[in-house]
Nanobody
Framework: QVQLVESGGGLVQAGNSLRLSCAAS????????TAWFRQAPGKEREFVSV??????????YYADSVKGRFTISRDNVKNTVYLQMNNLKPEDTAVYYC?????????????????WGKGTQVTVSS
């Protein structure tokens, strides 16, 4: 199984950027669909972005709320997945979680993901 550790969260002003990292150990991260989810206080955990395999090709997929501002990427040498977050907004404030699914075509359903990190806090002030 794979272990996931997130880092890179913090407090930033609206319009600024952060890059989150998800370091994997135990297994090669490219063996999984790897996603970012987030959870704001009082709200359900929601999908942000995923790198997955479908129809023999690697795909990236984003929630509409972050499309054009966030970019997911993976470094196979470092066994790490990143989430570059630009033009941050106060509504992006949440705990961000990295997740991995053995089913490599997994997408935005959090129930597909067996492995989760403990999360990193992102706070965006207005």
């Amino acid at each position: 199984q794979v272990q996931l550790v997130e880092s890179g969260g913090g407090l930033v002003q609206a319009g600024n950027s952060l890059r989150l990292s998800c370091a994997a150990s135990g297994r090669t991260i490219s063996s999984y669909a790897t996603a970012w989810f987030r959870q704001a206080p009082g709200k359900e955990r929601e999908f942000v972005s995923v790198i997955r395999w479908r129809w023999g090709a690697e795909q990236t997929y984003y929630a509409d709320s972050v499309k054009g501002r966030f970019t997911i990427s993976r470094d196979n040498v470092k066994n790490t997945v990143y989430l570059q977050m630009n033009n941050l907004k106060p509504e992006d404030t949440a705990v961000y979680y990295c997740a991995a699914a053995s089913r490599r075509s997994s997408s935005d359903d959090k129930n597909d993901y067996e492995y989760w990190g403990k999360g990193t806090q992102v706070t965006v002030s207005s």
